[in-house]
């Protein structure tokens, strides 16, 4: 049991951290797509789910999502070159 609850402790506080990390950078360019990333990766909600609780179309959440999608991965292989990782 050990093992387990530190390890979920310490999942838990990485989650927390690449939270605030992933949508206070992408808050910067766009708002909306930060709610998005963060209602779908954080909170589990699907596009209907996002929609509603954004009072946009599933279309709209669609298109947020795919462009906020691209910056993250941009942003990951761009900070896996410069620590000299392979993106």
Same mark, same amino acid.
Request: charged fraction near 35%; proline fraction near 1%; charge should be negative.
């Given at each position: 049991? =050990? $093992? *387990?609850? %530190?390890?979920?402790? #310490?999942?838990?506080? &990485? !989650?927390? $951290? /690449?939270? %605030? @990390? /992933? /949508?206070?950078? @992408? #808050?910067? &360019?766009?708002?909306?797509?930060? =709610?998005?990333? #963060? @209602?779908?990766?954080?909170?589990? &909600?699907? *596009?209907?789910?996002?929609? #509603?609780? &954004?009072?946009?179309?599933? +279309?709209t959440v669609k298109r947020e999502w795919t462009a +906020? !999608? +691209?910056w993250l991965y941009g942003e990951l292989g761009h !900070? ?8």
């Open positions: 049991y =050990r $093992i *387990n609850i %530190s390890f979920d402790k #310490e999942f838990s506080k &990485l !989650r927390m $951290i /690449t939270r %605030s @990390l /992933t /949508t206070d950078a @992408l #808050e910067e &360019l766009d708002d909306r797509q930060a =709610r998005v990333v #963060e @209602l779908r990766i954080f909170g589990g &909600l699907d *596009n209907r789910e996002i929609g #509603e609780a &954004l009072d946009i179309s599933v +279309a +906020a !999608r +691209a !900070r896996g070159q410069r620590s000299g990782e392979a993106p």
